[in-house]
């Protein structure tokens, strides 16, 4: 018990960037028939003079495997609020609000080749994105399959709509409202090895290209490591990297996030 709550205190909010990484839910779990899930869910809240936070964040996975056919159903959300004590009456600041879902299907067509589609619906207050909708599809080829180590290619064609705001202060409050439709290509390489019975460490690299002008791209590039603590329970520490050339509102080009969760199989 004593290392259990060590371990809890060290759990910080799960947080999910733009490009939602699907590799490092599906290389953990091999090839078992039937179904497969996994949870995760955090819940931190600390007060001190500085004011009061609040973090939140949940995501599950739910995947069914039968024969050539694969569908996974992912979901996430997550929030960080923060109270300043000085002000009581003041509205919470938020950190992080943001959620998706997605959906995908995969066809293995021999024992290198795989057809996939996809559809995703995500927002991210923070970074001011209203709305995404992504739909895409595309062959994964294996390049290298075995018991401790694999790697895989991706490249698929992807629509892309996103609806954001960008809001004003000078010299009057003012929101405008932007939509853009993109036609890009989805590039991946992933990869996975297991060392020992117990560690995992997976690594992934999106390169995502505007068809129409590829000077307009995206990188996201995510390294995890999971250790098992049981059968159903692991540790997992996982960094995050993304850079957008061209962000549709004024935010970062470059962001990054680094996370240490638990997640629970089922």
């Known amino acids: 018990m004593k290392h259990l709550l060590t371990l809890l205190l060290l759990f910080p909010i799960i947080c999910h960037a733009q490009v939602v990484n699907t590799e490092k839910l599906r290389l953990e779990k091999g090839g078992k028939r039937g179904f497969a899930g996994e949870a995760n869910l955090d819940l931190g809240l600390a007060r001190n003079r500085a004011g009061q936070t609040v973090r939140l964040g949940a995501s599950a996975r739910l995947e069914l495997l039968r024969g050539n056919h694969r569908w996974m159903l992912l979901g996430a959300y997550n929030l960080t609020q923060f109270n300043n004590v000085d002000e009581p009456g003041s509205a919470p600041k938020n950190f992080a609000n943001n959620g998706f879902g997605h959906l995908r299907y995969n066809y ?49 064609y992807m629509f892309e709509h ?30 996975g090895i297991q060392p020992t019975s117990y560690l995992a460490i997976n690594h992934v690299t999106y390169f995502q290209p505007n068809l129409s002008n590829f000077s307009d791209f995206r990188i996201a590039s995510e390294t995890s490591i999971s250790v098992r603590i049981t059968n159903r329970l692991s540790l997992r520490t996982y960094f995050q990297l993304i850079y957008d050339t061209e962000p549709l509102v004024p935010v970062p080009n470059a962001m990054y996030v680094l996370n240490n969760g638990f997640s629970i199989a089922f």
């Open 108 to 156: 293995r067509a021999n024992q290198w080749l795989a057809w996939e589609a996809f559809t995703q619906a995500q927002y991210d207050k923070i970074q001011q994105i209203d709305l995404r909708l992504l739909v895409g599809t595309g062959p994964r080829l294996k390049l290298l399959r075995k018991d401790s180590a694999q790697l895989y290619f991706g490249a698929l």
């Open 162 to 191: 996103e609806e954001s705001r960008n809001e004003f202060e000078d010299p009057e409050p003012y929101t405008e409202h932007l939509i853009l439709d993109d036609h890009r290509l989805s590039t991946y390489l992933s990869a």
